[in-house]
């Protein structure tokens, strides 16, 4: 009997000297173990399991036992949750050269609040967004990964500072080689002086060279045109809105003849918002890719100015003085508003809301983007997305579905969503690692303990000192 028991001794053995096989990785290496995993795609939380990233990368996904790996960072998530990173996908970094080092400033905030990649949609220091953009991607600058549209395109005497002025049609052709001599990741379309003309061809020669449009819209515009033409995203919900009016034409005409002007039409067309038309709109962006980055966080705060008093927001500890002051402009102007037009921006805002969830089930991309930056007042950098995903949830959409417009939707919208996105093997390894799970509830995303970035891990305690540094900079005289 002694004899026969020998082999499954020996075999056992075998097995545990297998198992105890240690492979030494590089030191970047990071080991996450035991963390449970959501899956974003369809919201499944499998059996804890643990991540291996090695050059920024994941490289294995696995469950305990089998190959130990002797990673040079080791974590123990037991009983935490990990997200893909964050996406912010509208957020400015401008101000002009006197706000060059407070934008840069901003740039922790974002990796302190999860975000691990921003969309930047148009600004007047694209020098220094460019370089930024490659410091953080070589881990010499601690930030998000960006993609940026540099300079918008608007018309003569455009509305904000930097923005690339055409009047033609060989003006627009110009303004398209500068962008793609900077190499920018799409173009950033703003509607404060352009023709309808002179919009279309933009959204037709961008369209033409394989590059990517988003922006605001022309009220002179059919928004069926501008999709015909080739527009890959909107931004805000005025112009979806003008698509779903029942007068849009009516509206358009008077706006062309000079009869009527922004905010007298945005008014038209809220009245006349003609929920059939909205549901044959819906499907149309569906179908053609359009994309459509809501806001709403900003237009609630916005629409309250007059009422709500941010001057203890915990948050001003992190913006620099110099943005701050940026804020008075449409303080000012809210302070100066009339009842009636108060009353009329929130009706508006809750037109905005009702139209969330039946874009979101007519399979319309929906992507999270704040507005924060200078001039945008009291929208923080960092944590106004988190903020945005909650208003998505309370429009309609499950917590899932928000993270997914925070996620997979980005990364799908620049069409790389084979590298990043998702926690997978072979993806980037940006992940979010929570106390709490977020399917639970959408606030839990605040849970944060820890962060991973281009290969870098940060703990709680580096992202509490990481915003102790920005706070201490804001306050040197």
């Known amino acids: 009997m002694r004899f026969k028991l020998l082999p499954v001794y020996f075999l056992a053995f075998l097995l545990l000297t297998v198992s105890c096989q240690f492979t030494h990785l ?157 190499n920018v990741d799409y173009v950033k379309i703003y509607d404060s002086r352009l023709s309808e003309e002179l919009y ?62 922004f905010w007298a039409a945005v008014r038209e067309l809220q009245a006349s918002y003609d929920e059939d038309k909205a549901e044959q709109l819906f499907h149309k962006l569906a179908q053609n890719n359009v994309a459509i980055i809501p806001t709403l966080h900003i237009g609630e705060v916005l629409t309250y100015l007059q009422e709500v008093d941010h001057n203890n927001d915990s948050e001003l500890n992190y913006i620099g003085t110099g943005i701050q002051e940026t804020y008075s402009g449409r303080l000012n102007s809210a302070l100066k508003r009339s009842k009636a037009a108060n009353e009329f921006e929130a009706k508006l805002n809750q037109t905005f809301i009702s139209m969330i969830k039946p874009m979101f089930d007519a399979k319309v991309t929906l992507l999270t983007g704040s507005d924060n930056g200078a001039f945008n007042s009291f929208i923080y950098a960092g944590s106004s997305l988190h903020k945005e995903l909650k208003q998505f949830v309370d429009a309609g959409l499950t917590p899932l579905e928000a993270l997914q417009s925070s996620t997979l939707n980005g990364a799908r919208f620049f069409g790389v969503q084979d590298s990043i996105g998702t926690i997978s093997e072979g993806k980037k390894g940006d992940l979010v690692i929570l106390n709490q799970n977020p399917l639970l509830n959408i606030e839990h995303t605040t849970s944060i303990e820890i962060v991973i970035h281009n290969g870098k891990a940060y703990s709680r305690e580096e992202l509490d000192l990481m915003l102790k540094e920005i706070s201490d900079t804001i306050k040197e005289p």
């Open 200 to 261: 279309l061809e933009i959204l037709k020669q961008a369209e033409a060279r394989g590059m990517k449009t988003t922006g605001h819209m022309p009220m002179s515009v059919m928004l069926d045109d501008a999709i015909d033409a080739g527009l890959d995203g909107i931004d805000h919900l005025y112009y979806v809105m003008k698509g779903a009016s029942s007068k849009e034409a009516e509206i358009t005409e008077k706006v062309r003849a000079g009869t009527l002007g």
């Open 26 to 182: 590089s030191d970047d290496s990071i080991l996450v173990k035991n963390i449970n995993i959501i899956n974003l795609e369809d919201g499944s939380i499998p059996e804890p399991q643990s991540i291996l990233i090695e050059n920024g990368r994941i490289s294995h996904i696995f469950r305990a036992g089998g190959i130990a790996y002797a990673a040079k960072h080791e974590i123990d998530a037991t009983g935490k949750f990990a997200i893909p990173g964050l996406w912010d996908m509208h957020i400015h970094l401008r101000g002009g050269k006197d706000l060059i080092d407070e934008n840069k400033n901003l740039l922790p905030l974002y990796i302190a609040h999860g975000i691990t990649t921003v969309r930047d949609a148009g600004g007047d220091i694209t020098p220094e967004v460019l370089e930024w953009k490659s410091e953080m991607a070589n881990n010499t600058l601690t930030g998000p990964s960006i993609f940026t549209s540099g300079p918008k395109i608007d018309g003569k005497n455009s509305t904000w500072p930097g923005s690339l002025e055409v009047q033609t049609k060989q003006d627009v052709t110009n303004a398209l080689d500068s962008l793609q001599a900077l």
